[in-house]
């Protein structure tokens, strides 16, 4: 039994969770207990020089320096590096007795879609630096994806999957997209919004509740001397925000509260009252905001999904799957409505989880798609593609040999005997000349193509059916590596300068026998003999021609496989 795992981390801006799902199972990933939830606050602290993360950060006395909102600020705030280190080394004392029970991990790290990759990469070696092993970086609105499709309370079913489908992942700090056609990502692949996430909100709403206070200049001035204290104020506005969209007809009149003690300064007894009812919300998401351009929040989301719909309009997405912590808002998902009316809608039920089980079975596909590339290169180290290649090529030398030789003929031959020479050094000159432009010109034709197509899909049988077993061995759809669909795409163009399409071989025999036998013969009689001389060498198998033939078959076909590996998904089904 494979005693394998594989781990999704999502680092959130507001909450953290972590689940695992092992190399042969096929159920729903497990969330990890973080400390005494299944979730834990993203917030650290430092006690005694070693790192306290969630709620014993706030809650533990003695934890110095606490620090949260540290993933949204990591691009653009050089000492946020240090707190996502902090935070990862404490989060990894609580996930490493959960590793301990597997003879391997691999661990998917969960990124925003619109972060670059140098933004990833330096994300993941701070996090990796915190012990976790085999850890890559995976899209969170890619594993919101693949969560929808193998939880089944969702209740999705197979043929709505095979829709083109669009992931919307709100989250703390930003706004993921995933594209979907197929069960597969798109080209379009995903993308996002790496400024806009319900924290903005928080922020609106607790700069609101503080402008409203008749102790305002006081709790700022705490704020600017202690940011720590803005942070933990602004995670008690998350929550109340969170109490207000699970069930907004409740407090449409009667108010949410919470009262938020700061204990900043023992002798002023500083409090903050912080509420929320109907009309308040609505003013507040009225309100311009400095970070997203003088727009509304509201109105920033709509610019954001009205993009999404333009990226997707090639296949316009029938299947919405909303999730992140900020989709239980009714207007954003109204909003969503809009924007692809005529999408079914989906959302998640366990947002704070679904990204984290995401990650997990990320984790997992991209390790068997780490093995099958594997197994590909094996294939290609072995030698048997050549060998396929090598055992039928006479065939496919049959086949083409008429369309070039009358392609040779009739627009490089017929032309240079036209033409006034005196020597055979001359006309092989002209030849040369002719055919070398010919076929820079265009190597390949509609014909040609057919006929490498036709001889790739009927006579590599040998190589079709190893990449069907290594595809099969690895969960992967076989029709992705289908020869015939592969070989449309097999070019001719490192033929057009090689030398066994130009007539210094092509005549070489043909040429050396009519000096020797001939000083000087009428070009009628020439382009007889050039005709059977390059017949002659385009059928044999062991002429310079097959030789280069078979060369350019490999290394073409192997870049056009190649090409299909990287591009191939897991079939999401």
């Not at 207000?244 to 300064?265: G, L, M, N």
Request: negative net charge; charged residues 25%; contains cysteine.
């Amino acid at each position: 039994m494979n005693n394998t795992r594989f781990y999704g981390i999502d680092i959130g801006d507001g909450e953290t969770a972590a689940a695992w799902v092992s190399a042969d199972a096929a159920l729903l990933p497990h969330v990890v207990t973080l400390g005494s939830t299944k979730s834990m606050l993203s917030v650290a602290g430092n006690l005694n020089g070693k790192p306290v993360v969630g709620d014993q950060a706030l809650l533990q006395p003695g934890v110095a320096d606490i620090k949260a909102r540290f993933k949204s600020r990591f691009l653009t705030d050089p000492d946020a590096g240090q707190t996502v280190s902090l935070f990862a080394r404490g989060l990894y004392e609580h996930v490493k007795g959960d590793m301990a029970g597997a003879s391997e991990v691999s661990v998917a790290l969960g990124v925003p879609a619109g972060w670059t990759k140098e933004e990833r990469q330096q994300y993941a070696a701070i996090v990796g630096a915190a012990g976790f092993p085999n850890l890559h970086t995976a899209a969170e609105s890619r594993a919101a994806f693949l969560y929808a499709r193998y939880d089944t309370d969702i209740g999705l079913s197979p043929e709505a999957l095979r829709q083109p489908a669009l992931v919307i992942d709100i989250g703390s700090s930003t706004t993921d997209f995933a594209y979907i056609v197929d069960g597969k990502e798109s080209e379009v692949g995903v993308f996002g919004n790496v400024r806009l996430g319900g924290g903005l909100l928080d922020r609106l709403i607790l700069d609101d509740a503080v402008d409203g206070s008749p102790k305002c200049d006081q709790i700022r001035a705490v704020f600017s001397q202690y940011p720590s204290w803005r942070s933990l104020c602004e995670l008690e506005a998350r929550k109340l925000k969170e109490k207000y969209f699970s069930d907004e007809a409740q407090w449409a009149e009667r108010p949410c509260v919470t009262k938020v003690p700061i204990y900043a300064d023992v002798n002023a007894g500083l409090s903050l009252a912080i509420s929320l009812n109907r009309a308040r919300m609505e003013r507040l998401l009225k309100a311009p905001m400095t970070e997203l351009g003088d727009v509304s929040f509201p109105e920033k989301l709509r610019q954001a999904l009205a993009l999404a719909a333009e990226n997707t309009a090639t296949h316009p997405p029938m299947l919405l799957i909303l999730t992140g912590g900020a989709s239980r808002m009714a207007f954003f998902r109204q909003a969503c409505r809009d924007a692809f009316p005529q999408a079914n809608v989906v959302c998640c039920k366990e947002p704070e989880f679904s990204i984290a089980r995401g990650l997990a079975i990320a984790a997992r596909m991209d390790w068997q798609l780490a093995v099958f590339r594997q197994e590909i290169e094996a294939f290609f180290a072995g030698g048997a593609l050549r060998k396929d290649i090598d055992a039928h090529l006479p065939t496919l030398q049959e086949k083409l040999t008429p369309v070039l030789q009358q392609r040779i003929m009739t627009r490089c031959v017929t032309p240079a005997l036209q033409q006034d020479f005196k020597t055979w050094e001359q006309l092989d000159t002209l030849i040369h000349d002719n055919i070398k432009k010919e076929f820079q010109a265009q190597s390949r034709t509609t014909e040609t193509d057919a006929i490498i197509a036709d001889w790739i899909g009927t006579e590599l049988t040998g190589t079709q059916q190893h990449l069907d077993e290594i595809c099969v061995r690895n969960d992967m759809e076989k029709a992705d590596m289908s020869m015939s669909r592969i070989g449309v795409n097999v070019k001719l163009e490192g033929l057009a300068g090689r030398r066994a399409l130009l007539p210094t071989l092509l005549m070489k025999a043909v040429l050396s026998w009519l000096h020797i036998h001939l000083p000087f013969v009428p070009p009628v009689g020439a382009g007889r003999w050039i005709r059977v001389a390059l017949q002659n060498e385009l059928t044999d198998p062991d002429s310079d021609f097959a030789k280069d033939l078979a060369e350019s078959m490999e290394t073409e076909l192997r870049a056009q496989i190649q090409s299909n590996v990287d591009k191939v998904e897991m079939v999401i089904s």
